[in-house]
C-alpha cells in the first residue's frame, strides 16, 4: 500500500472524517497520517492512532502497526506508549503470522521510551 502525502485537516475535519462510516480503510489510515503529521497537540495525535488502531480490522492494523513508530519518533514523546505497546502485544497474540514485524515495533517504542523518557 503506498501512503499519500499527508493532508494538513483541522481537528475538527479530522474528528469529523473519522466520524464517517462510509469510508474506505484506506481514507481512515490517510485520515490518522494528517492527524499524526499535522495533529493540534502530540495527545491528539497519539489519541486518534490508538483509538483507530484499537478498532481497526486487522488488514488495517499491518499499516497503522508502522505509524506507530513514525509518530513516536516524530513526536519523541512516550505518550500513551504503554499502552501502544500492549496493544500490539495483543495483535502479536491474535495474529502470530505478523510477530516478526510486530516485535520489531514493539523493541522499537521500548528504545523511544528510553531515549525520551516518561511522560
Known amino acids: 500500500m503506498k ?3 499527508p493532508v494538513k485537516r483541522t481537528t475538527e475535519e479530522i474528528l469529523n472524517s473519522l466520524k464517517k462510516t462510509d469510508m474506505s480503510p484506506l481514507d481512515r489510515i490517510n485520515i490518522v497520517i494528517s492527524a499524526v503529521f499535522h495533529g493540534d497537540t502530540v495527545e491528539f495525535s497519539g489519541d486518534v492512532l490508538i483509538k483507530e488502531f484499537s478498532e481497526a480490522a486487522y488488514k488495517e ?3 497503522l502497526r508502522d505509524i506507530f513508530e513514525t509518530y513516536y519518533q516524530m513526536c519523541k514523546t512516550t505518550y500513551r506508549i ?3 505497546i ?3 502485544e495483543s495483535y502479536k497474540k491474535n495474529h502470530p503470522e505478523s510477530a516478526l514485524e510486530i516485535d520489531s515495533t514493539i523493541e522499537d517504542l521500548k528504545e523511544y521510551k528510553v531515549i525520551f523518557g516518561e511522560s
Open 3 to 5: 501512503y499519500a502525502q
Open 61 to 63: 492494523k499491518i499499516y
Open 86 to 88: 500492549s496493544l500490539l
Open 82 to 84: 504503554d499502552e501502544s
